[in-house]
């Protein structure tokens, strides 16, 4: 899945004039190659400033490409009168443009697309219904999730639906998860008087040092409680 690096949302492909653009529904951000920028009339000495800067090797790096995932070189480019902070990824050779930022890169006077035949502007607007159709055809009906998503769906409990991409594999939600098994498996045949011990009391919270504040999530009251605490912390603690 192609995902927007601000705010995670899958990112719609649209088919322009100049080329492919992929824009974020939510934020409005767009993801623009390189070539697609220079067909549309981006001035190339801006885009060949903004390529130099990002190559230096000390140039921060925030946010990661939606196609390639590395992370992307933060590049400060002058737009006459304005300052945008792009984020360029010099292994796709694209640029991801916050809102607003795309309309304010300088552009040749005479802008390409308006160049364009009317048989080019035709095949583009139809390439972009084309790009429209399919991607209603391959989008998953709401009303019903997909596979085994129906089994808890059916229980009550969450499902995770269209989540954003993971940047990498979530150990410490997976190591924290065996933890939780393990202790209720040392636990299981002994349970009340661990609790007792290293639940958590309001009235006497400060109990081994405060520590019963943490100690108290590790203890389940049997197979269905951790089961159902190991779903939820599953489902979401990989986004977090």
Known sequence: M????????????????PGVVYVCPDCEGRHV???VLRTAGARGNFLNRVWLDAKHEDVERLLHCPHCHAAMA???????????????????NAIWFDHGELRAVPRDAAHVSETLSLKAREQAALLALQARREEEAAAPA???????????????????????????????????AAALVLVFAATAFS??????????????WSRHGGLTLATSFFLHAGVLHLLSNLYFFLVFGDNV
Request: proline share 11%.
């Open 2 to 17: 192609v995902a927007c690096p601000r705010c995670g949302e899958s990112l719609v492909k649209r088919m322009t004039p």
């Open 33 to 35: 190659a390189s070539p």
């Open 142 to 176: 709401e009303s019903w999730p997909e596979g085994w998503l129906w089994l808890p769906a059916i229980l009550g409990l969450p499902v995770e639906c269209d989540e954003p991409a993971l940047r990498g594999r979530p150990w410490i939600t997976w190591s924290i």
């Open 74 to 92: 933060q590049v400060t480019a002058r737009a006459g009168d304005h300052a945008l902070d792009l984020d360029v990824c010099t292994y796709c």
């Open 191 to 204: 349970l009340e008087p661990v609790v007792e011990q290293w639940g958590f009391i309001p009235a006497l």
